[in-house]
């Protein structure tokens, strides 16, 4: 890994932590708040540790743009869990002769960037 990219990913892990000390729930209940801390230390930890390993730079590049989204999108809404979504089982475009096989496939390219993590733990 480069030292340019060591760099930015120990920066993103700092701002994590730095972010989860100062973090606020939405109800503003002590024990919620709390919760959500821990969960946002350990996801950090957990999928840091998981990508330790990781060389090559396209997978790096999107790992830490998982990351930036995840966060954005955690202070945005003041919810630190993944923003589910929703495609109904038949909802993309429809064609004739398509399989459901195939469905699956353009579900699983539409997905967000920053479901990508989430869903190889669900």
């Not at 701002?15 to 000390?21: M, P």
């Amino acid at each position: 890994m480069r030292a340019v990219t060591r760099q930015e990913v120990l920066a993103l892990y700092r701002r994590i932590f730095r972010i989860a000390s100062s973090w606020q729930s939405a109800s503003g209940q002590v024990a919620e708040t709390a919760q959500e801390k821990e969960y946002i230390r350990n996801e950090a930890r957990r999928l840091f540790r998981k990508n330790r390993n990781v060389t090559d730079p396209q997978l790096i590049k999107q790992c830490i743009e998982e990351c930036e989204a995840r966060i954005e999108i955690g202070l945005h809404y003041n919810i630190p869990y993944p923003r589910p979504i929703h495609l109904p089982p038949m909802g993309l475009a429809h064609k004739q002769g398509r399989t459901l096989r195939h469905q699956e496939k353009l579900r699983k390219v539409s997905k967000p960037i920053y479901l990508k993590s989430h869903d190889e733990i669900s």
